[in-house]
C-alpha cells in the first residue's frame, strides 16, 4: 500500500484541475453521483427520469457529500438500444441549467460521447466532459472539449458503441495496453489544446472480467500519466458476475474494489451510492 502511495505522490504537481477559472484539487478525494435520465439503465434505482425527482435524488446526494452530478442520457448496459445525439438532448432538456441554479457550489459533468451533446451541455453551464468512447464515436468531442475549455474524462476503451461492453481483443498485459491507449490519447488531446484531463481506466468497457480485475489490481501504475484517477466500478458486471448476484446486491462488493482503488491513489469515485462511498472516505482519509 505504502509504495502505491508513494508512487501516487510523485505526480502531485498534476493534481489540479482548472474549472471555469478555478483550480480544484483533485487529490482530495471527489465522490461523483450518477443521474441516469434513462429509462432503461442497468441499475434500475438510479434511473430519475422526471425533473423533480432528478433534483430529489441530486439534493440526496449533495447532503450525502456528491462533489460531482454526473449526468447522462443514453443507457450503456450490454445490449442497450443507441439513442441518437438529438435524443439525448431531448432528454436533458433544462435539466444542466437547472442543477446548476439550484445546486451552484455543486460541479456538472456531462456523460456522452456525442459532439453535439457535450457543446448543448456546455451551453448550459456544465463543467466536465465524460467520454467512455475516448473520442472514438465522435471525434469532434475533443474540438468541443478544447474550444470549451472544460476538463475531459478520458477513458481506456478499445470499442466503439456497436460493442460498447465485450471485449473484442486479448491483451498480453493489460496494464501496458492501458498506458501505450491512453498516452496515445493523452498526446492528441493536448496537441489540440485539450490540457485538463481525468483517466478512467474504463472498468466495464472492451475488457474481459479477469482484465478488469487485472488492471485494478495493477492501478497505481497509471499515475505515471501524471493526471488524476476516476473510478467507475459501481454495482458492474466486475462485481455481479464475479459473485454471481444481481447490481441491486452489488453495494457491499462495489465498496470493496472501490477501497482497494483508493488504496491504488484513485481520489475520483463515480458512484450510484454517495453515503456508502463518503463512509469510505472517511474511514480511509488521514484526519
Not at 20 to 47: C, V, W
Not at 155 to 178: H, M, P, W
Amino acid at each position: 500500500m505504502n509504495q502505491a502511495m508513494d508512487l501516487g505522490a510523485q505526480f502531485q504537481s498534476s493534481r489540479y484541475v482548472q474549472i471555469n477559472g478555478r483550480l480544484h484539487d483533485f487529490a482530495q478525494p471527489k465522490i461523483m453521483g450518477i443521474l441516469n435520465m434513462t429509462p432503461d439503465s442497468f441499475y434500475k434505482e438510479s434511473r430519475v427520469p422526471q425533473q423533480d425527482s432528478i433534483l430529489a435524488a441530486a439534493q440526496t446526494m449533495i447532503e450525502q457529500g456528491c462533489h460531482i452530478l454526473d449526468i447522462g442520457a443514453q443507457s450503456t448496459r450490454p445490449g442497450a438500444e443507441l439513442v441518437s445525439a438529438q435524443e439525448e438532448i431531448n432528454r436533458i432538456g433544462s435539466i444542466i441549467s437547472i442543477l446548476k441554479k439550484q445546486f451552484p457550489t455543486a460541479l456538472l459533468s456531462i456523460d456522452t460521447f456525442y459532439a453535439e451533446v457535450a457543446q448543448f451541455a456546455a451551453a448550459q453551464g456544465c463543467d466536465i466532459i465524460n467520454d467512455i468512447s475516448a473520442g472514438q464515436q465522435d471525434p469532434k468531442i475533443w474540438e468541443v472539449a478544447a474550444s470549451t475549455k472544460l476538463p475531459y474524462v478520458l477513458t481506456y476503451n478499445r470499442n466503439t458503441t456497436d460493442n460498447l461492453s465485450e471485449s473484442k481483443t486479448q491483451f498480453n498485459s493489460i496494464l501496458s495496453d492501458a498506458l501505450s491507449f491512453l498516452s496515445e490519447k493523452i498526446a492528441a488531446l493536448k496537441e489540440m489544446g485539450v490540457v485538463d484531463i481525468l483517466i478512467d481506466p474504463g472498468f466495464g468497457f472492451g475488457k474481459t472480467l479477469e482484465e478488469n480485475h487485472q488492471l485494478l489490481q495493477q492501478l497505481e501504475h497509471l499515475h505515471i500519466l501524471g493526471y488524476p484517477l476516476l473510478i467507475g466500478v459501481s454495482r458492474k458486471s466486475m462485481i455481479t458476475k464475479k459473485l454471481g448476484i444481481d447490481a441491486t446486491d452489488a453495494l457491499n462488493g462495489t465498496t470493496a474494489l472501490q477501497t482497494l482503488a483508493y488504496t491504488k491513489g484513485a481520489r475520483i469515485f463515480r458512484v450510484h451510492d454517495v453515503a456508502a462511498a463518503q463512509q469510505m472516505i472517511q474511514l480511509l482519509e488521514k484526519e
